[in-house]
Every structure is written in C-alpha cells, then in structure tokens.
T-cell receptor
Framework: GAGVSQSPRYKVAKRGQDVALRCDPISGHVSLFWYQQALGQGPEFLTYFQNEAQLDKSGLPSDRFFAERPEGSVSTLKIQRTQQEDSAVYLC?????????????FGEGSRLTVL | DAKTTQPNSMESNEEEPVHLPCNHSTISGTDYIHWYRQLPSQGPEYVIH???SNVNNRMASLAIAEDRKSSTLILHRATLRDAAVYYC????????FGKGTRLHILP
C-alpha cells in the first residue's frame, strides 16, 4: 500500500509479557516518529528517527520501552514486561522531510491492551 | 507542554463554514503551522500547513495572523464527515500535540 502500515492492529497481552509493534513507513521517508495515545488524549511523543539514527528518545516512559530502525525503513517498538498503564494506541508517523516542513503521514495505530 | 492553545470543543451546523482558532504566541520565525485531524479509531490525518501566507487546499484554508501568533483553520462547508478532533501544532514543536478541538457537526 501507499500509506504507513502498522501491525498488529490489536494486541492483548498479559501483564509481564513482552510485545513488539511494527511500523512500515512510506518508502523513501526519512523521518519516523512513534507516539502513544491514551483514550481521550492527544498523541504523546515517544521517539524520533532520522533514517536509522534515533535522534530523540526523550518521550519513552521507561527503560522497558525500546525502539529501533536498523535499516532506516521498518521500525519496531518493543515494550518489555508490559504493565496495565501501557494500554494505549501506539501511532507511527513518517515524513519525507527531515527539516520538518513536510506533512506527517500516520498509520492507523496498534491498540495495546494489557490485562 | 504544548505550545499551542485551542478550545476544547466547538459546534457547527452542517453546510456552514467553521473557523477553528489556534493561539501560538511563542512561535519562532522558522516554525511552520500544521493542522491535523483525527477521526475515531483512526490515526491523525494531515489537513494543511503554512508558514506566513494564507494557504488553501481542497480540504480547507489556513489563515495566519500577520504577527503569526495565531491562526485559524477554515472549513468552508462543514459536513458530518468533518466531525473530528482537530490539532494545531508547530513544526518545531511537532513532536508535541495538544488536546485539540473536538468539532461537533449538527445536522
């Protein structure tokens, strides 16, 4: 497809399990962002990649959260030892521009529910 | 903290124009002003962006104040499908979304 693709769309995990969320950005897009969106709230920034380099990870809430983009295209957000407060929609966005003047294209998100 | 301020919610009648305001008094000279909207159970969708001049596209218009400390997103003829949360963000602050404006369209 031509858009940003995220998988899985829905994930239910038991507390303590590890999860991995995948993002396929639009081909050729330099910038990639991960956001966390709790119910009724705006998206909260997690981390930012420019190609394979993770330039900002200040939004990651704890060291249980880890993101990578090893070849500068597909990215994976990993959450270790999930907790109930991790339940949220995780959004991925990509942009052609790394200067920030281009539009962001968002995926539909991965909804994580931790029981 | 978000660098933009928007009303929590607004209502408009169907087929009438809608003006959604955004204040960004701390904007810097190189910040672009972006608008996104989010429908239920979907990711945010790009609407429009601009730097200094007013901008038009097929979805909306963006009116930017001369001092750039505020902007207004204009939907020329609202439809029920325009009911969404609208976010105004600054490009240098594009990692930070505010809570947005929830737009209700009345049939």
């Amino acid at each position: 497809g031509a858009g940003v693709s995220q998988s899985p769309r829905y994930k239910v995990a038991k507390r303590g399990q590890d999860v991995a969320l995948r993002c396929d950005p639009i081909s050729g897009h330099v910038s990639l962002f991960w956001y966390q969106q709790a119910l009724g709230q705006g998206p909260e920034f997690l981390t930012y990649f420019q190609n394979e380099a993770q330039l900002d990870k200040s939004g990651l809430p704890s060291d249980r959260f880890f993101a990578e983009r090893p070849e500068g295209s597909v990215s994976t957000l990993k959450i270790q030892r999930t907790q109930q407060e991790d339940s949220a929609v995780y959004l991925c966005a990509s942009s052609l521009s790394y200067q920030g003047s281009g539009e962001l294209f968002f995926g539909e998100g991965s909804r994580l529910t931790v029981l | 903290d978000a660098k933009t301020t928007q009303p929590n919610s607004m209502e408009s009648n169907e087929e009438e124009p809608v003006h959604l305001p955004c204040n960004h008094s701390t904007i810097s000279g190189t910040d672009y002003i972006h608008w996104y909207r989010q429908l239920p159970s979907q990711g945010p969708e790009y609407v429009i962006h601009g730097l200094t001049s007013n901008v038009n596209n097929r979805m909306a218009s963006l009116a930017i104040a001369e001092d750039r400390k505020s902007s207004t997103l204009i939907l020329h003829r609202a439809t029920l499908r325009d009911a969404a949360v609208y976010y105004c963000i600054l490009i240098a602050d594009w990692i930070i979304f505010g809570k947005g404006t929830r737009l209700h369209i009345l049939p």
